[in-house]
T-cell receptor, first 114, second 112 residues
Framework: KNQVEQSPQSLIILEGKNCTLQ??????????LRWYKQDTGRGPVSLTI?????NTKSNGRYTATLDADTKQSSLHITASQLSDSASYIC?????????????FGKGTTLSVSS | DAGITQSPRHKVTETGTPVTLRCHQT?????MYWYRQDPGHGLRLIHY???????DKGEVSDGYSVSRSKTEDFLLTLESATSSQTSVYFC???????????FGSGTQLSVL
């Protein structure tokens, strides 16, 4: 069964600190892996998309890594800011005969405190 | 946000009544999707559209129908709302299947 597991479920860090969020998946055949940020009361916003051949991708202070062999991804946030408080969702795209299917993780809730 | 507008933003309705949620986009994206988001679950696909009048079911399509008569509009209808359909509903669009999704701000639906 295609699954996406994220850890930790929630995380509290101090402003200015770094943190890393984890995503493990059992999705086959793999197409791409995406990270989204969802602020409270808003829709998710795309941070990165990585294909099989990409192992690192950055978007400002956000850096995503992908290890397709171990089926793991991480999202590293550098020098956290209060505005980073949000839910971070890992999404894996599986190639299907008639297109693709997106499998969403349940998200990691990050709280950045001053 | 990309040009995706969901309406209404909030709705309270009674069990057994029909409900229609609207998604309007100005991005001219081919693909449009309806998801629901519930505590303890990842976003789950209800229905999606790959062109005008072209739609298909997602993983949680029972009790829902959709229509797309124009590129920019995608409607989600609950024919007879049930309490299990209380959720936050998100519309999303994409240019192609392998490109990122753009989400609307969501509709909070409560079925009493």
């Amino acid at each position: 069964k295609n699954q996406v597991e994220q850890s930790p479920q929630s995380l509290i860090i101090l402003e200015g600190k770094n943190c890393t969020l984890q995503c493990n998946y059992t999705v086959s055949p793999f197409s791409n892996l995406r990270w989204y940020k969802q602020d409270t009361g808003r829709g998710p916003v795309s941070l990165t998309i990585m294909t099989f051949s990409e192992n690192t991708k950055s978007n400002g202070r956000y850096t995503a890594t992908l290890d397709a062999d171990t089926k793991q991804s991480s999202l590293h946030i550098t020098a956290s800011q209060l505005s980073d408080s949000a839910s971070y969702i890992c999404v894996v795209s599986a190639q299907k005969q008639a297109g693709t299917a997106l499998i969403f993780g349940k998200g990691t809730t990050l709280s950045v405190s001053s | 946000d990309a040009g995706i507008t969901q309406s209404p933003r909030h709705k309270v309705t009674e069990t057994g009544t029909p409900v229609t949620l609207r998604c309007h986009q100005t991005e001219n994206h081919r693909y449009m999707y309806w998801y629901r988001q519930d505590p303890g679950h990842g976003l789950r696909l209800i229905h999606y559209s790959y062109g005008v009048k072209d739609t298909d079911k997602g993983e949680v399509s029972d009790g829902y129908s959709v229509s797309r008569s124009k590129t920019e509009d995608f409607l989600l209808t609950l024919e007879s709302a049930t309490s299990s359909q209380t959720s936050v509903y998100f519309c999303a669009t994409s240019h192609s299947l392998n490109e990122k999704l753009f989400f609307g701000s969501g509709t909070q639906l409560s079925v009493l």
